[in-house]
Every structure is written in C-alpha cells, then in structure tokens.
Nanobody, 115 residues
Framework: QVQLVESGGGLAQPGGSLRLSCTAS????????MRWYRQAPGKERELVAT???????NYAESVKDRFTISRDNAKNTVYLQMTSLKPEDTAVYYC?????????WGQGTQVTVSS
C-alpha cells in the first residue's frame, strides 16, 4: 500500500490556473499508473488524467489541452497543472495509484472555479 496526500486546491477565477500535487509515502518509480479523478456535487467520480510508468499521458476530452499531468519519481509526487479553468471544473480532485492488485486513494482536495 501507499498513502497519498493531495494539495494545491482552492479558489480560482474562470480562466485561471491551479497546480495540484499528490505526494506518496514511498517511491512512485514502480507504480504502474498514477491518475487524477474528480467528483462534482451530485455527480459520479470521473477519470481526469492518467500517467503511466513511461510517462505516457491520457486525458478526458473535457480537460484535453487545458490540463497536464506529470510525475516526478525523485520527489514521489504527481502533479496536475490546470489552466483555462472553467466553473464546470469545480469538484473534489482525488489522486489514485494503480498498484496492480489494488488501488490507493488520497483524501481529495477541493477545487472551486468561480468569479
């Protein structure tokens, strides 16, 4: 298992930017894939972005060209750089680690986009 702690959420204006961080309790070098999910009030949790061990990235259509996922294994940290934020990006953002036989989740960080 691995413990994940997200940070960097907060309030942003439409068109603004935020960078989320997810720090793991151990090395992320061997973790198959790291993902960011989000859950808006009254909606199901949705996959936002994935980064593999080889740093291959995939994105939901709704965030493509606006969000960038990256990982720094030396710091045991995964990032989600969010730009051109929209009110519909408002949600709790969760970090996820694919450990093969199981997943680990962070506690989430709130992102609110509002003027």
């Amino acid at each position: 298992q691995v413990q994940l702690v997200e940070s960097g959420g907060g309030l942003a204006q439409p068109g603004g930017s935020l960078r989320l961080s997810c720090t793991a309790s151990r090395s992320t070098f061997s973790i198959n894939a790291m993902r960011w999910y989000r859950q808006a009030p009254g909606k199901e949790r949705e996959l936002v972005a994935t980064i593999s061990r080889s740093h291959r990235q995939n994105y939901a259509e709704s965030v493509k060209d606006r969000f960038t996922i990256s990982r720094d294994n030396a710091k045991n940290t995964v990032y989600l750089q969010m730009t051109s934020l929209k009110p519909e990006d408002t949600a709790v953002y969760y970090c996820n680690a694919d450990l093969g036989r199981s997943d680990s989740w962070g506690q989430g960080t709130q992102v609110t986009v509002s003027s």
